[in-house]
Nanobody, 126 residues
C-alpha cells in the first residue's frame, strides 16, 4: 500500500523559508513523477512543482519559479519542497502526490496523480 505523509508546514512571516517533506512508503520509483500541489480556500488546486523520479528533471509553476525547489532523496524515500522568499499568496494546504504509471513528462494536473498525502498547512503572514 502506497502511503505519502507530509510534514514541515507551519506559520512564517513574508520573506521567510520552510522546507516541506513527503515520506513515501510502499512505492517503487520507476520513471514516475512526483509533485507538490497546493490549494487555498476558494481557489483551484495548483501544481507547484514536479520531479521525474529517474531523470531528476523538474518543473515549476511560474508563481514559484526561482523561489521553490523540489528534490528527491531516494535512499530516504523522501521528496522535499524548499520554499524561500515566501509570500502571503503562498498560503495554502500543500499536498504531495505520486503517479503510478510510467511517464516521461510530469503533468501539472492533479488528475494525473494516483496517490496523495493528507496535506500540510503553510501560512505566510505579511
Amino acid at each position: 500500500q502506497v502511503k505519502l505523509v507530509e510534514s514541515g508546514g507551519g506559520s512564517v512571516q513574508a520573506g521567510g523559508s520552510l522546507r516541506l517533506s513527503c515520506a513515501v512508503s510502499g512505492y517503487t520509483y520507476r520513471s514516475n513523477c512526483m509533485g507538490w500541489f497546493r490549494q487555498a480556500p476558494g481557489k483551484e488546486r495548483e501544481g507547484v512543482a514536479r520531479i521525474h523520479t529517474v531523470a531528476g528533471r523538474t518543473w515549476y509553476a511560474d508563481s514559484v519559479k526561482g523561489r521553490f525547489t523540489i528534490s528527491l532523496d531516494n535512499p530516504k524515500n523522501t521528496v522535499y519542497l524548499q520554499m524561500n522568499s515566501l509570500k502571503p499568496e503562498d498560503t495554502a494546504m500543500y499536498y504531495c502526490a505520486a503517479e503510478r504509471e510510467f511517464n516521461l513528462y510530469c503533468s501539472s494536473s492533479g488528475a494525473e496523480y494516483d496517490y496523495w498525502g493528507q496535506g500540510t498547512q503553510v501560512t505566510v503572514s505579511s
